[in-house]
């Protein structure tokens, strides 16, 4: 392996494999440098359990930036995407049920059951969501503006939201900026009554999240996981088949086609900085490599804090880096089962185990599932979203065997009592079969083996700081040009040529590649215009 590069991205997840294959489409010459022995980061497939496959990070995409997957040519490197039907499914105790569809007039008729109001009011309420999504889908396409700066880019980038923002309309656009700070609960008050439909959408605006619906800026988190996806659909439920990891297999082989080096097993130690420039890095085991530019796909706290000498940096700067929030509150369980779940309120098998399973009856049951984690206990009445690929992928299981993938909240990183290694993690993983048992009570003979991974394994060995799987809250205060601080809002970082790619970035986490793909056009910007390399 030659010791001198382009370009150095450190970390293999599927922001900075996006931002290698861009690169390295420019013409530069790129090494991707990853400390596990796969590729992929958080969006891994990988087999625990013998022929048991388990989407072990993420276990569903967001809506992939369509330049991504167009100008990477990924279906030819073996991505299919499976948009699943109904997209969630959330059962109750009582009986009765609620499944959301593609189809609006399909979910109008399945909340109908609920309430005629809040049937009447879904086709209007999605259209609000389409316009609010598409004005941040606006603000997610490129950089944010540099508001202290104020160059002309900058002017012209504010300028052109404020013109989609006014296209709306006084009274949309009124609206709009109206739910951005509120709580998911005081949005979904305002348009519905019915409680199951409430806990059902609320529960896409905590997930990932160490905070309740009742929290300021959850309407917020809400409208960013629909950004990109076609209106009328809401918790739109995508996977690929294969696993996940077929898709970061995907951007690995798009890479490499175009020249991208990828080693595995290989973490690195340092960021060399000479002279306040980023020149290269050190590896764990000594080798020493070179770059002119340096790109760190791992979050900022660990990449500021582990990777960079804290004399390169000003103390300032540490401790805006010191303060970025992260508040890991998820863990995963993953089942290998001998059958599908057979719920109380839908015997039998059929299209409701296609997309997500939330175990979200209300807004009441998720706030008090975070009550717990407040106060530094694992919830003892969980929110769970939980997905069977195999309903719509059999590769991913032997025969007649089914994988279950569920995300688990609130499972806080820092417990009040104990930690995560003296036995909190058996009771864990009996915790969620046993909420899950009480909706599919066949599920606890169902289980043929069982695997749970605390925020602390989420950080062991993902390297997701406190196990927060977005790099950093998706907080108010920690969005646009202030994610993940404003001295690094524009992937640049203080340091001359290391910059950053990865979800702590702007506009923040799910498997969509907009991080990544932002960051490399932002690398081949100034690349062309300080005229370095052979950038076309």
Do not use: K, M
């Given at each position: 392996m030659t010791n001198s590069y382009d370009a150095i991205v450190i970390g293999a997840g599927h922001n900075g494999l996006v931002t290698a294959a861009y690169l390295a489409k420019a013409g530069l010459q790129v090494l991707v440098l990853e400390r596990r022995n796969v590729v992929g980061g958080a969006a891994v497939t990988e087999e625990i359990f013998s022929g048991f496959k388990f989407d072990t990070g993420a276990h569903r995409i967001g809506a992939l930036h369509p330049a991504v997957v167009r100008e990477l040519d990924l279906a030819r490197h073996g991505l299919e995407v499976i948009e699943t039907d109904p997209t969630v499914f959330t059962p109750l105790l009582d009986g009765r049920h609620l499944l959301l569809w593609r189809d609006p007039q399909r979910c109008v008729e399945s909340i109908r059951q609920f309430s005629k109001a809040d049937a009447n009011q879904w086709v209007p309420f999605t259209q609000l969501v389409a316009k609010a999504t598409s004005l941040l889908g606006a603000a997610y396409a490129s950089p944010p503006p540099n508001v202290v700066a104020g160059g002309v880019r900058d002017l012209w980038t504010m300028l052109r939201l404020g013109g989609r923002l006014r296209r709306l309309g006084k009274r949309d656009m009124t609206e709009v900026m109206r739910i951005l700070p509120m709580s998911v609960k005081e949005l979904l008050d305002d348009w519905f009554e019915s409680d199951v439909l409430k806990g059902t959408l609320g529960a896409a605006a905590i997930t990932g999240m160490f905070q309740g619906p009742m929290a300021a800026g959850t309407a917020y988190t809400f409208l960013h996981h629909h950004v990109g996806v076609n209106g009328g659909i809401l918790r739109p439920t995508m996977r690929v088949r294969g696993g996940i990891g077929s898709l970061t297999a995907a951007l690995a082989a798009a890479a490499t086609e175009r020249g991208t080096t990828i080693k595995t097993n290989a973490p690195v130690e340092r960021i060399i900085v000479e002279s306040g420039r980023a020149t290269g890095v050190v590896l764990e085991c000594g080798e020493e490599i070179r770059a002119k530019w340096i790109v760190s796909n791992i979050d900022p706290k660990r990449t500021f804090s582990r990777l960079v000498h804290p004399t390169e940096l000003d103390p300032e700067f540490c401790r805006k880096i010191r303060n970025i929030k992260f508040k890991g509150a998820c863990a995963k369980v993953h089942l290998a089962l001998s059958e599908l779940p057979d719920f109380t309120c839908l015997p039998g098998n059929g299209p409701h185990s296609n997309g997500v399973i939330s175990i979200s009856p209300s807004l009441i049951y998720l706030e008090r599932a975070y009550d717990d984690a407040k106060y530094g206990g694992v919830s003892r009445k969980p929110y769970l979203e939980a997905v069977i690929p195999t309903v719509t992928d059999s590769s991913l299981a032997p025969p007649g065997k089914h994988v279950m993938s569920i995300l688990v909240q609130y499972a806080p990183y820092h417990l009040k009592e104990g930690t995560w290694d003296d036995g909190r993690r058996q009771a864990l993983g009996e915790a969620v079969v046993d909420t899950f048992a009480e909706y599919a009570p066949n599920i606890k003979s169902a289980?043929?083996?069982?695997?749970?991974?605390?925020p602390l394994d989420l950080e062991d060995t993902y390297g997701l700081t406190e196990g927060n799987i977005y790099h950093g809250e998706l907080t108010m205060d920690q969005l646009f040009f202030m994610r993940p601080v404003?001295?690094?809002?524009?992937?640049?970082?203080?340091?001359?040529?290391?910059?950053?790619?990865?979800?702590?970035?702007?506009?923040?986490?799910?498997?969509?590649?907009?991080?990544?793909?932002?960051?490399?056009?932002?690398?081949?910007?100034?690349a062309k215009r300080l005229g370095r390399s052979s950038v076309s």
């Open positions: 289980v043929l083996h069982r695997h749970v991974l605390t404003p001295e690094c809002a524009r992937y640049r970082t203080p340091i001359e040529n290391l910059y950053l790619c990865g979800a702590g970035t702007h506009p923040g986490g799910g498997v969509n590649g907009v991080s990544g793909y932002n960051a490399a056009r932002q690398i081949l910007r100034d």
